[in-house]
């Protein structure tokens, strides 16, 4: 069992009615639920679609990697209901071919409704090689939105999901948030300090100084009338401790967003709700200039490059040449 949850970071509507991300890159966060314990990880939204497109469901190890990685206890075969499968019974029970035809599906989904050309930062759809030959599925720039309308689900994904909503907070919105919280902590003490001040200088003058006075003038007189300044500093003192505190308490409140957290039976069911999380909030997807892999873009919409290259792009550069090289027989010889 997964609990997942989305930062697709904040929007803002351009003067053409398209939405542009305001913050940091979109990311989730996946609980991993076991008998034995639990454990979460932090990854770019996308993360276990891409890594799931790469597993070869020929390959025992290459299944048995992933799983560990996820924490995958068992496949879910939507193709033949409930039927679940343990990772490494993948490739001997033959369920790899149906696994594949998962992959496909999310593939072709990703194609029709979230790629872009490679080449450019525009938002016009790519042709997709994964829904029949090559149609070309150009919708005249269209938003995902409107290219999921256009192209809708050819049947039905079948996952059981449930869903609570919680309050979340930004690391950055946290880190300034904190940053303002400590400045007012500092300065209500500080006032704190100054109204005891005033108090115990007031205690003085009404037990010593108006008490002890001799002068029937003094005996009736008001402490307020007499000692004017003192009081009004005071009263001033605490109107202002007032204030720091109300804004003390208002900043604490701000900041928060209310979000859905998402309980997922299976690998395979995040995959979508990946994906339709990318249609709802128009994230793109592109396939890498180097590996040709599908990725979404997290974060800025000229990143051509999928995670794995990025980790390390002179090694993914060296080896995209080498692969054309060969391609071209140019390296023969």
Known sequence: MYTVSFDVGRFQRKRDGAKRRTRAPASEIVYVHTNASSCYTIAPLGAVTYELLNVNFSNQANVDAFARRWRVTDF???RWGEVRVSPCEVVSSGAGADLEWEQSKISTALSLWLSVDTSSTKTTPRESHQSGGGVDID???ATPAGRFKTYPMWQKVSARIGLWPFYRMSERTWQRQQAKLKRLDEEVDSLGMELDGSHE??????????????????QEADPEVAFADEFEER?????ELSAKRNEYRKERERGWDVTVAYDVPDIISICWLEIFTCVQYGILARRCSLCQRQFIVTGRANM???????????????????????KDGSSEG
């Open 76 to 78: 879910l075969l939507p």
């Open 139 to 141: 919708s005249s720039g």
């Open 201 to 218: 200088q007031l205690r003085w003058i009404t037990s010593e100084v108006i008490t002890l006075a001799s002068t029937e003038q003094w």
């Open 304 to 326: 051509r490059q999928c995670p794995e290259c990025r980790k390390n792009p002179a090694k993914a550069w060296r080896k995209a040449n080498e692969s054309v090289l060969n």
């Open 235 to 239: 009263d001033r003192i605490m109107k």
